[in-house]
């Protein structure tokens, strides 16, 4: 496999919303993602496999920490190791933007991103009650200090 990491244009929302529609009960909007392109602060890796988009990860830099908004795969990539992949890109551009701690808020039912997040040393390290909208599930934060 041909994997390649960049940082999303706007011809990848196209496919990051097929993404997301395929992973997330309520995913963003195309106009959010547009959005996102113009924020200062935001960031968006996507990866790619002979130029398909395949996964797509972002986050909000606030000054040496980076707030991950969303991490996605696309199902037919799943368990194949994309997940890391992605995740270890992400940090390694993180870490060169000067970031020394990562946060995000995961689902208490999603243990295989839980797990990714583990194998990378992300900490639990509080709870927001019914944090999800759908569901009303509580999400699990974590962090990983450099």
């Not at 529609?21 to 960031?43: C, G, H, M, V």
């Not at 583990?118 to 509580?138: A, C, H, I, L, S």
């Amino acid at each position: 496999m041909n994997i390649s990491f960049d940082l999303m244009k706007e011809e990848d929302i196209d496919s990051v919303l097929e993404v997301s529609s395929l992973s997330f009960s309520i995913p963003w909007s195309k106009d959010s993602y547009i959005q996102e392109l113009t924020n200062p602060i935001a960031r968006y890796l996507v990866a790619k496999i002979d130029n398909k988009v395949v996964g797509f990860v972002g986050t909000w830099i606030v000054l040496d920490e980076s707030h991950i908004t969303n991490i996605a795969i696309h199902p037919n990539y799943r368990k194949q190791g994309m997940g890391s992949s992605l995740l270890e890109a992400f940090l390694k551009y993180c870490k060169s933007q000067g970031c020394i701690a990562f946060t995000l808020e995961v689902r208490n039912s999603n243990k295989a991103a839980r797990t990714l997040y583990e194998k990378y040393n992300f900490k639990q390290e509080g709870v927001r009650k019914g944090y999800y909208e759908d569901t009303k599930e509580d999400a699990i934060i974590m962090w990983l200090r450099e």
